[in-house]
């Protein structure tokens, strides 16, 4: 069973910047891997994907511009670069990624709270 460990949320001001990471042991990030978040009382939406080949990006429209989906040389780690936060990206973000056999696996959540 893989399980994929988020990082790098916390507190921040308006304006400010995170980078969030994702990463597992002995899993590779050879397939799409993306970032969901969750923010209280709401669904979860998905934020950002990256194809397998990596060359491939879509990002929610309310992200556009300011947070980057990207992967090391290695395929060991998925990034989140987020710039400009807003309030309104307060929320838990997830990693989820796919396998091999296509069956996908999600991290247990990292908490991004924006706030003066």
């Known amino acids: 069973q893989v399980q994929l460990v988020e990082s790098g949320g916390g507190l921040v001001q308006p304006g400010g910047s995170l980078r969030l990471s994702c990463a597992a042991p002995?899993?590779?990030?050879?397939?799409?891997a993306s970032w969901y978040r969750q923010a209280p009382g709401k669904e979860r939406e998905l934020v950002a994907i990256?194809?397998?080949?990596?060359?491939?990006?879509e990002y929610l429209d309310s992200v556009k511009g300011r947070f980057t989906i990207s992967r090391d040389n290695a395929r060991t780690t998925v990034y989140l670069q987020m710039n400009s936060l807003k309030p309104e990206d307060t929320a838990v973000y997830f990693c989820?990624?796919?396998?091999?056999?296509?069956?996908?696996?999600w991290g247990q959540g990292t908490q991004v709270t924006v706030s003066s």
């Open positions: 990256i194809t397998s080949s990596g060359s491939g990006t």
């Open positions: 989820r990624a796919w396998g091999d056999s296509g069956v996908s696996y």
């Open positions: 002995r899993f590779t990030f050879d397939a799409y």
